[in-house]
């Protein structure tokens, strides 16, 4: 290979525990269908100057041989921190590739970089490197609010010039050989320009715009999902509506729990979970919403692990489902129709009850009691029914 070609890295080796679900973050699926990792790699495999892609995940990923990354080449290389994925895939590819290659590093979470900022990056990189005044170059944004450090207690204590400061961002240029030996003396860098520096090499910076973000919380896939609607022409926000039904006969000695409250009542609901038909035509409206199958296959009755379960961990557990898919609630709307017992003052605690599960605003949920007027099996004090329509937008 000669020494001008230039090779991307995208290392996905970690696992997001600040987003508050399983999967780690670069799997879960953005507006549009793909996932993070498809997105942010699609972006380079695009670009024609750069010559390979390389996505580097932990040896035992259960996720991406199962993606569409195009032209990328998968390296099970991941290791323990950022720092070591990187080391390890540079150590791989050292074997066949010139030190003088140039190196990208791109976090997996920065789904919106721009292909031009890229373009500009390697130009940028392999100008201060022909000149000699750096050693390669990163993307950054200037910083234009106000800086202030606090004390461990949330008072101010420090006044911060923001002059000359940025949040630094990717991807990062450098060769290859140069890279690798600076990640091996500096295995605690939190991104590659730290472990460049610390080895004595200047870097160079590059401005870019500021939503260039690294997804890291919830709210920041809302804010890349919003931006990739905006700017894909033909995309439009996804919108799905989801349809739950369902109903329980009642039976004496059984408790009556109705979206996970339990209603002072004679008669109780026979069922093999806890019988809360609230939450189960919840969890079905969300699960149709998101085309992820229905409660009965997801959990089924004839599964002794179910018997007597609690139906907000069955909600919860589809709900994780469906948000690993992107999908956020508008809005949750329910009927539940039953002759008795008298349910309206117990509608506040039931929308309560739902949106603590869902992790949701209750002003989000909606809850109506009905009688039947005495027609039909609810009329007649047979069971209850109840019917769900949730929105999900994404
Ligand atoms: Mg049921």
Redesign the pocket.
């Given at each position: 290979m000669p020494e001008t070609s230039t090779i991307a890295i995208i290392p996905a080796a970690g696992v997001g525990s600040r987003m508050g679900v399983e999967t780690p973050k670069q799997y879960l699926r953005l507006a549009g269908g793909k996932t993070m990792l498809e997105t942010t790699t699609g972006i380079f495999c695009a670009i024609a100057e750069i010559d390979r892609v390389v996505v580097a995940v932990s040896p035992g990923d259960p996720y991406a041989g199962n993606l569409d990354l195009g032209r990328a080449e998968l390296f099970r290389t991941g290791g323990e921190s950022r720092a070591q994925t990187v080391t390890q895939t540079l150590a791989a590819l050292a074997v066949e590739a010139a030190p003088g290659t140039l190196v990208l590093v791109h976090d997996a979470a920065r789904p919106l970089v721009r292909r031009s900022d890229i373009l500009a990056l390697i130009g940028k990189a392999g100008e201060v490197i022909r000149e000699g005044s750096a050693a390669g170059a990163v993307l950054a944004a200037p910083v234009h609010d106000t800086v202030k450090r606090a004390d461990g207690t949330g008072i101010l204590t420090e006044d911060i010039s923001r002059e000359g400061l940025y949040r630094i961002a990717t991807p990062q240029a450098f060769r290859l050989g140069e890279l690798l030996a600076a990640l091996l003396g500096c295995p605690q860098a939190t991104d590659e320009s730290s472990a460049m520096r610390a080895a004595g090499s200047a870097v160079a910076v590059l401005e870019c715009p500021a939503d260039n973000i690294k997804v890291t919380r919830p709210e920041d896939l809302a804010f890349v999902n919003r931006l990739i609607n905006r700017e894909g022409e033909e995309r439009t926000m996804d919108i799905r509506i989801g349809l739950g039904y369902?109903?329980?006969r009642f039976a004496s000695g059984r408790k009556f729990i109705l979206g996970g409250v339990e209603i002072p009542s004679e008669m109780g609901l026979a069922?093999?979970?806890d019988?809360?038909?609230l939450l189960?035509?919840v969890t079905d409206a969300i699960l149709g919403a998101a085309k992820r199958g229905n409660?009965g296959v997801l959990f089924p009755d004839t599964n002794p692990k179910y018997e007597g379960a609690d139906?907000g961990k069955l909600l919860r557990a589809a709900w994780d489902l469906v948000r690993t898919d992107g999908w956020r609630i508008g809005n949750l709307d329910c009927v539940v129709i039953a002759q008795k017992p008298k349910l309206n003052p117990h509608v506040p605690a039931i929308c309560a009850s739902i949106a603590a599960i869902l992790e949701i605003d209750p002003e989000r949920v909606s809850v109506k009691p009905k009688t039947n007027e005495g027609m039909g099996f609810e009329g007649r004090m047979e069971g209850v029914s109840v019917q769900a329509s949730v929105l999900l937008t994404r």
């Open positions: 369902d109903s329980h069922g093999h979970s019988a809360d038909a189960h035509a409660i139906s």
